[in-house]
């Protein structure tokens, strides 16, 4: 069983769409994160959410928008996509904020 | 602003050939220092939390030790599997804001 997965694997798009990543968790966990790893392969923290509620909300466009429907599930909306979207985009979740968080597969956007 | 740095950038090893990765940090109240495994293609892969100076924790031929400074992944007679890029990340503050490292890609050739 994954404990974490994502879908789309790849999505390929062209600016100005919108697109949404999908993740869910079998873990149980009560925390949930979305992550983006450059091209330079550096990993930052984009939003966090605990019990459903936004606990982190780094310096991100608000082109980007995360749903949580319940504990398992968090999905990244991005509206008007630009060049500059163009990453890998990871979901992650831990059993608590503060603890060792699990990650997904990841997903490779890529924007033309 | 919690920063995490990690040297060398890229280490090749001969199989067998043991050496360690270094991670330092600077955090306002560090509540825990991470390590992760990284293959291409792939998410981070948990490895290791530390949480105080002083303590260390193994899993085969990995030990991860930290100081108040800096955390060290030692690799004992590495083999070609344990080629990954790993990163190391630390929980400061009272944001609960996991801060990475930009990783050391380790090579191991047989």
């Known amino acids: 069983d994954t404990a974490v997965s994502q879908t789309p694997k790849y999505l390929v798009t062209q600016m100005g769409n919108d697109k949404s990543i999908k993740c869910e968790q079998n873990?149980?966990?009560?925390?949930m994160y979305w992550y983006k790893q450059d091209s330079k392969k550096f990993l930052k923290i984009m939003f966090s959410y605990n019990n459903k509620e936004l606990i982190i909300n780094e310096t991100v466009p608000n082109r980007f928008s995360p749903k949580s429907p319940d504990k398992a599930h968090l999905n990244l909306h991005i509206n008007s996509l630009e060049l500059g979207d163009s990453a890998v985009y990871f979901c992650a979740s831990s059993q608590e904020e503060g603890y060792e968080q699990y990650f997904g597969p990841g997903t490779r956007l890529t924007v033309t | 602003e919690d920063q995490v740095t990690q040297s060398p950038e890229a280490l090749r090893l001969q199989e067998g050939e043991s050496s360690s990765l270094n991670c330092s940090y600077t955090v306002s109240g560090l509540r825990g220092l991470f390590w992760y495994r990284q293959d291409p293609g792939k998410g981070p892969e948990f490895l290791f939390t530390?949480?105080?100076a002083g303590e260390e924790k193994e899993k085969e031929r990995l030990k991860a030790t930290l100081t108040k400074k800096e955390s060290f992944l030692h690799i004992t007679a590495p083999k070609p599997e344990d080629s990954a890029t790993y990163l190391c990340a630390v929980l400061g503050g009272s944001n609960y804001k996991l801060t990475f490292g930009k990783g050391t890609l380790l090579t191991v050739n047989p």
């Open positions: 530390l949480y105080s």
């Open positions: 873990l149980g966990h009560d925390t």
